[in-house]
T-cell receptor
């Protein structure tokens, strides 16, 4: 009963390096989300995907790209990491009905030095 | 103005107290509303969905006021284990975009 699985759990990058955060869900959900969480800022939406093959920008998309590889997987890529991207990243998925809750992965703690 | 705004915290209350949080949203077409609980260094987990007529789950009561565009969460008889950050979430309009507030930190004191 895995739910939403994120990898890696921790990562340290140097400024300018690139990396991809992976997310997979096994609940057959159509919608998937990437959020970042900074102290005192709550969860800010980076990108979301309402269904396989579609992606949309959220509140803070600059510096990120996403790929909805299939229904299960939604990856987040940092092409050239910056210290401002130091944060905790959460992936989430959600079913298609209005009151369906979002299920979250355990988060990725990313530090850019 | 942020799309979803919450009461600034932190709230420090004694055990047994009643505490209420509010959350306002800007998009009048918003359709779904939720309260999540987040423990320190953990992922958010659903506390309760908010129904149009309001709903209760044990010591927790959620209300929706569409006219004033806010939702509320009432916690009665606070327990030490209620200490956490409470996040409201709003499904903005007809899209699947799920937007969260910045969270309110609650500490229940013995």
């Amino acid at each position: 009963n895995a739910g939403v699985t994120q990898t890696p759990k921790f990562q340290v990058l140097k400024t300018g390096q690139s990396m991809t955060l992976q997310c997979a869900q096994d609940m057959n959900h159509n919608s998937m989300y990437w959020y970042r969480q900074d102290p005192g800022m709550g969860l800010r939406l980076i990108y979301y995907s309402a269904s396989e093959g579609t992606t949309d920008k959220g509140e803070v998309p600059n510096g990120y790209n996403v790929s909805r590889l299939n229904k299960r997987e939604f990856s987040l890529r940092l092409e050239s990491a910056a210290p401002s991207q130091t944060s905790v990243y959460f992936c989430a998925s959600r079913g298609e009905y209005r009151l369906n809750e979002a299920f979250f992965g355990q988060g990725t703690r990313l530090t850019v030095v | 103005r942020k799309e979803v705004e919450q009461d600034p915290g932190p709230f420090n209350v004694p055990e047994g107290a009643t505490v209420a949080f509010n959350c306002t949203y800007s998009n009048s077409a918003s359709q779904s509303f939720f309260w999540y609980r987040q423990d320190c260094r953990k992922e958010p987990k659903l506390l309760m969905s908010v129904y149009s007529s309001g709903n209760e789950d044990g010591r927790f009561t959620a209300q929706l006021n569409r006219a004033s565009q806010y939702i509320s969460l009432l916690i009665r008889d606070s327990k030490l284990s209620d200490s956490a950050t409470y996040l409201c979430a709003v499904n903005m309009g007809s899209a699947r975009q799920l937007t969260f507030g910045s969270g309110t930190q609650l500490t229940v004191l013995p």
